[in-house]
């Protein structure tokens, strides 16, 4: 067998941003969406002792989950993931993020807030009801993409089809990790616990995983920050974009 892995979490933390920095790089539109849902998701770092050490136990930096509850490779992970998932929808469908009325900082900031904070407490209220917390999350997310197409049907597909994308690109983030560290999904996750399914080597929560965020995140951004989705022009005009100056 191979030897453990010294930083688990880092290394899968790490190669979640390679996603969200193509299309950081190729898709300059998107990149203050990005970094707003980058932002949104921190908060949601301090559940990693939710899931700390019953569903998994990798070795975090300085050993901060013992002290804190979650570490550095939590905030990480989630900005990345939230960027690449953002992204995931209008970058590979080539639709640009376009206002739907005048803009409104203030409006944005409640809306942004209110779903991260519906989606925390509805997770935490899930654990405390007994639900497994990697089932809490799932659901926590599966349920703000469905509030959020509530109140913007336009979202409905982007939605689905977002997170569609978001799980394949999670998958072979996953699969490249497990490639590049054999065994790793053996040792480090504890899915016997759980479904103890695999699919293509990979616990098929972390699959599912992939697609709750995609689906939440490509209706959040739109939604919160006041936006609509429009096919891309082939030539920008300069100056296009997310920008509200």
């Known amino acids: 067998m191979a030897a453990p892995l010294a930083y ?15 299309a950081w790089a190729l898709r300059p539109d998107l990149r203050p969406a990005m970094a707003r849902s980058a932002l949104a998701a921190l908060p949601f770092a301090p559940t990693e002792r ?17 002290t804190i509850g979650f570490g550095v490779e939590d905030l990480i992970f989630l900005a990345g993931l939230a ?42 209220a899930l654990v405390a009801l007994g639900l497994p917390a990697i089932y809490a999350c799932l659901a926590a ?5 469905l509030a959020v197409v509530l109140r913007r049907p336009d979202l409905l597909a982007p939605s ?62 739109p939604f919160a920050f006041g936006f609509g989705f429009a096919p891309r022009p082939t030539a920008p005009p300069t100056g296009a974009g997310l920008s509200r100056r």
């Open 83 to 124: 960027a690449f998932t953002t992204a995931a929808y209008p970058f590979a469908f080539r639709r640009a993020l376009v206002p739907r009325g005048p803009p409104s900082a203030r409006r944005a900031f409640a809306r942004a807030g209110a779903v991260v904070a519906l989606t925390l407490g509805a997770g935490l």
């Open 141 to 145: 997310m599966a349920g703000a993409a």
């Open 8 to 22: 688990d979490f880092l290394a899968l933390a790490l190669l979640c941003l390679a996603p969200g920095a193509l």
């Open 160 to 221: 689905l089809l977002g997170g569609l994308v978001s799980a394949l690109v999670y998958g072979a983030i996953c699969l490249l990790y497990e490639a590049l560290f054999p065994g790793v999904f053996r040792r480090v996750w504890h899915t016997e616990h759980f479904l103890g399914r695999f699919l293509l080597g990979l616990p098929l929560e972390e699959l599912l995983y992939g697609w709750a965020a995609g689906s939440a995140a490509s209706a959040f951004a």
């Open 50 to 66: 939710l899931f700390y050490p019953t569903y998994w136990s990798p070795r975090f930096l300085f050993d901060l989950v013992e």
